[in-house]
C-alpha cells in the first residue's frame, strides 16, 4: 500500500520527501485502523444476526398422545406441556414409527426408518441390536459442525462409538432433581460451542411386572400427583377393569412426574440464558406399554405427543395438523443447526418450513416400520397411515403376533388369558394373535381400527392403491425384507 501511495502522490517541489513518506505512512495507518473497525462493525453485527442455535429435545418414555392436557385429556396433569403447547406448535398427527423403546430411539436419531437403519429390535442383553455400520447419528452429524452434545437419562443405542457423546449421565433416570442438575451442569459449562442436549426420561415406562406395575413413589423433594382410578378415561382399545384403572392411574402419575422434570429443565435452559436460542422439542418415544399399544402398529403404539418451540414463531398456540414421523426430527435438527450431511437421503423431511402453518399441503401421510420388539418378539410390520385409511402390511401373518415381553408378563394380558376371556378391548383374542397380511382401517369411522376392510370389496381400490404406494416406497429406501416378501404374495 506505501508504494501505491507515493506513486499515487508524486513528491512535491519544496516539500521535503521524509515530510511526504510520513504522511503517507500515518495515512495508511488510518485506512487500516478505518477497515479494522469496518471489519469488526460486520463481526458483531453477523454475531447478533446469526445467534447460536441450540437443540433441547426431550423424550418421555412410553407415552400416548391421548394422555397428555395439551391434546384433551381432562384428568391427567401435564401443565409444562401444555405451556411449552401455548407457546410453541403442537402437532394434532405425530408418529413414533416403530412401538419399541431402542429402535425408536434409532429413528429418532438416525431420520431413517428401522428397516434401514439396522436396529431392528432392543440393544441391550440377548437383544443385542445396533444400527448398521454405514449408519450416522445426529450427534455425530453435529459434532462434525462443532456442537456439544449430551444425553442425560435414558440412552437406550447401540454401538457407542456411533453416537458421540460430550455429556452423559444415565445413573438416576428416574430422579428428575437430579436429571435437572446434571442439565445445569451441562448447559452452564464455559463453552462457546452450540448444542444438543437431550433429556430422555424413563417415565411413565412401567416400573416393574409384578402388581399394579406403575407408580411414584413420593421423595423429600416432590409429592406424586394422586389420581383416583374411578376418575380415568380408559381408551377405546382396552378394556374398562378395575385392573386397566388401578394401572391407569399410576400412569398417569408418571405422566405428572415427567412433565415436572420437563418445568425443571425448562427453568434450567432459562436461568443459562439459552432459551432464546434454543429449538426445543417434546416427544414420547412411542405409545404406552399396554396390549394393542406397545410393539404394534396400531394408533395407540404410534400415535404420540409432539410439541416444538422455537424463537420467532409467528403463531404461538398453534395446532400443526401436518402428519409428522420421528424420521422428521433428524432432518429438523439440521436444518435449525445449519449442519449438512450427504452420506444418503433421509426418509423424512424438515419440519421448519411449515411450523407456523396450520394445515400445510403436502404432509398428508406417514410410512412407519417395525421388525421386532425383543429378538423373541420377531413380527416384521410395514404400514402406510393415510389420515383416513390406515394399511398395515404383517409380512410374518402366517405366524401368531408375539407379544413384547413388556406386556405378556404384566397382570391385565395375563389375566385376560388365565379367565379364558374372548376379547381384549374391542378386539376377538383371535383376531389379535391371528393376523392377516394386509389390514386396512378406516380411521374415520374406526378410530380404533377393530374392522378389517382389506377383503372388502368396496375397498378394494384404496387397498390396491395403498399397496402400490407402500411397495414403491419401500423399494425406493431398499427394504431387504423385499427380497424375500410381497404384500400381495404369499410368504417364503
Not at 364 to 390: C, N, Q, W
Request: include cysteine; aromatic fraction near 10%; charged fraction near 25%.
Amino acid at each position: 500500500m506505501r508504494g501505491w501511495l507515493m506513486f499515487a502522490w508524486p513528491s512535491v517541489p519544496g516539500i521535503p520527501s521524509s515530510f511526504m513518506m510520513n504522511l503517507t505512512e500515518k495515512l495508511m495507518r488510518k485506512i487500516q485502523l478505518f477497515w479494522l473497525v469496518v471489519f469488526a462493525v460486520a463481526g458483531l453485527h453477523a454475531s447478533f444476526a446469526a445467534p447460536k442455535k441450540n437443540v433441547l429435545l426431550i423424550i418421555s418414555d412410553n407415552q400416548t398422545w391421548l394422555d397428555t392436557g395439551c391434546y384433551g385429556n381432562p384428568v391427567v396433569k401435564t401443565p409444562n406441556i401444555d405451556r411449552l403447547a401455548a407457546d410453541g406448535v403442537r402437532f394434532e398427527h405425530a408418529f413414533a414409527t416403530v412401538a419399541s423403546c431402542g429402535p425408536s430411539r434409532a429413528v429418532i436419531y438416525t431420520g431413517l426408518l428401522t428397516h434401514r437403519n439396522g436396529m431392528y429390535a432392543h440393544p441391550h442383553r440377548e437383544h443385542n441390536q445396533q444400527i448398521r455400520d454405514d449408519v450416522f447419528s445426529v450427534f455425530g452429524m453435529l459434532k462434525e459442525n462443532g456442537y456439544r452434545t449430551g444425553l442425560i437419562g435414558k440412552n437406550h443405542t447401540k454401538p457407542a462409538e456411533k453416537y458421540p457423546l460430550d455429556f452423559e449421565t444415565k445413573g438416576h433416570r428416574r430422579n428428575k432433581a437430579k436429571m435437572a442438575a446434571d442439565a445445569r451442569r451441562f448447559l452452564t459449562e464455559d463453552s462457546a460451542d452450540p448444542f444438543l442436549l437431550v433429556m430422555a426420561y424413563s417415565d411413565p415406562h412401567p416400573i416393574g411386572i409384578e402388581g399394579v406395575a406403575w407408580g411414584v413413589k413420593p421423595t423429600k423433594n416432590y409429592t406424586p400427583v394422586d389420581y383416583d382410578p374411578a376418575d380415568i378415561p380408559v381408551p377405546g382399545f382396552l378394556p374398562d377393569t378395575e385392573e386397566v384403572r388401578e394401572g391407569m392411574a399410576g400412569y398417569y402419575q408418571q405422566i405428572s412426574y415427567m412433565d415436572h422434570g420437563v418445568g425443571m429443565v425448562l427453568d434450567e435452559l432459562e436461568k443459562a440464558g439459552h432459551r432464546d436460542e434454543t429449538l426445543i422439542i417434546f416427544i414420547s418415544d412411542h405409545g404406552t406399554s399396554e396390549p394393542g399399544a406397545m410393539g404394534n402398529q396400531y394408533d395407540p403404539g404410534l400415535r404420540v405427543p409432539f410439541v416444538v418451540w422455537r424463537p420467532g414463531l409467528k403463531n404461538p398456540g398453534l395446532v400443526n395438523k401436518a402428519m409428522v414421523a420421528f424420521t422428521d426430527i433428524t432432518p429438523t435438527i439440521l436444518d435449525w443447526t445449519g449442519t449438512s450431511f450427504d452420506k444418503y437421503p433421509f426418509h423424512g423431511r424438515s419440519i421448519l418450513p411449515v411450523l407456523d402453518q396450520k394445515n400445510p399441503e403436502g404432509w398428508d401421510d406417514v410410512l412407519t416400520s417395525s421388525v421386532g420388539h425383543d429378538i423373541f418378539a420377531f413380527y416384521p410390520m410395514r404400514t402406510l397411515r393415510e389420515r383416513r385409511f390406515k394399511l398395515i402390511w404383517n409380512v410374518n401373518y402366517h405366524d401368531e403376533y408375539p407379544l413384547p415381553i413388556d406386556t405378556v408378563q404384566r397382570r391385565i394380558w395375563a389375566g385376560i388369558r388365565e379367565r379364558g376371556e374372548p376379547k381384549i378391548g374391542p378386539r376377538t383374542i383371535e383376531d389379535f394373535l391371528h393376523r392377516p397380511q394386509l389390514e386396512l382401517y378406516d380411521l374415520q369411522n374406526d378410530p380404533w381400527e377393530v374392522s378389517n376392510l382389506a377383503s372388502d370389496p368396496d375397498h378394494a381400490g384404496t387397498r390396491d392403491r395403498m399397496v402400490k404406494e407402500l411397495v414403491a416406497r419401500l423399494e425406493e429406501q431398499q427394504d431387504p425384507w423385499l427380497r424375500n416378501y410381497h404384500p400381495t404374495k404369499p410368504g417364503q
